[in-house]
């Protein structure tokens, strides 16, 4: 076998092993983000710190660079971002401590300055999307993406509480399995439609996708002009080289 084939083989292994990984889980709805919109990142901001800054930290962002990107005065900022008396300067921490976090919880609150990052932003659009009743839970929830998360749905005033639809199967030692096949409406109603909770979801993963990497939006503008610039170099040295060989026979 040559090495191109071994390359083709090893290659093709890899993809089918990460659709196998994929399809064995819960599936991610694609978040449809715009961390070029300030008006998102706005948003996202203020769910933020409403929400989540509650228990978990962003301690790599300063609320003085959230000011600058986000296109807000200090006046703003304080007003709607900044509650616990910090400094404009400092970063984004939880008033919780991590030995509260594992009293109350059992697990510390991750920072999550780097989450998108680490996981993707379809990834946490469909986290928080999929919580759903379960009284077995110590919160009395669960959730599909993370089976057994200490995390309570802290959202529940917005979407309401989902019920989850089980399928029975037997295996193969006889003993019947329950798999989660869906998640449905359940009894409890949230504040929110569900394409208006969709929104307020997308906005708060856009605005972890910025903290995560805050001159993303910057960069995509620059590879803009960047594949431009090289489309033109190469039709440029094109004509050049036919120029340069055109008497060459």
Request: net charge neutral; charged share 20%; with cysteine.
């Amino acid at each position: 076998m040559s090495a191109l084939a071994r390359i083709a083989a090893v290659f093709a292994l890899s993809v089918s092993g990460i659709a196998h990984a994929a399809s064995t889980g819960w599936p991610l709805q694609e978040a449809g983000t715009d961390v070029g919109s300030l008006a998102s990142l706005q948003r996202g901001a203020r769910n933020f710190v409403n929400y989540c800054l509650g228990c978990h930290s962003a301690k790599y962002m300063r609320y003085s660079q959230l000011a600058q990107d986000l296109a807000l005065t200090e006046e703003e900022l304080r007003a709607s971002l900044m509650f616990t008396g910090t400094r404009i300067y400092d970063t984004m921490e939880s008033a919780m401590t991590a030995e509260q976090g594992r009293q109350w919880f059992g697990n510390a609150p991750p920072d999550l300055s780097l989450i998108a990052r680490s996981r993707g932003p379809d990834y946490l659009f469909t986290f928080l999307r999929s919580f759903y009743a379960d009284p077995s839970r110590p919160t009395g929830v669960n959730n599909a993406v993370l089976p057994g998360t200490a995390m309570p749905h802290v959202l529940a005033p917005l979407q309401g509480v989902q019920q989850p639809r089980f399928e029975t199967t037997t295996g193969e030692d006889g003993r019947e399995v329950r798999h989660l096949v869906g998640l449905d409406p359940g009894g409890v109603p949230g504040d929110l439609p569900a394409a208006a909770f969709d929104s307020f979801v997308r906005d708060t993963v856009a605005f972890l996708e910025y903290v995560a990497e805050p001159h993303k939006a910057r960069r995509q503008q620059l590879g803009v002009w960047v594949v431009l610039f090289l489309l033109m170099f190469t039709a440029f040295a094109w004509f050049l080289y036919k120029e340069y060989w055109k008497d060459v026979k």
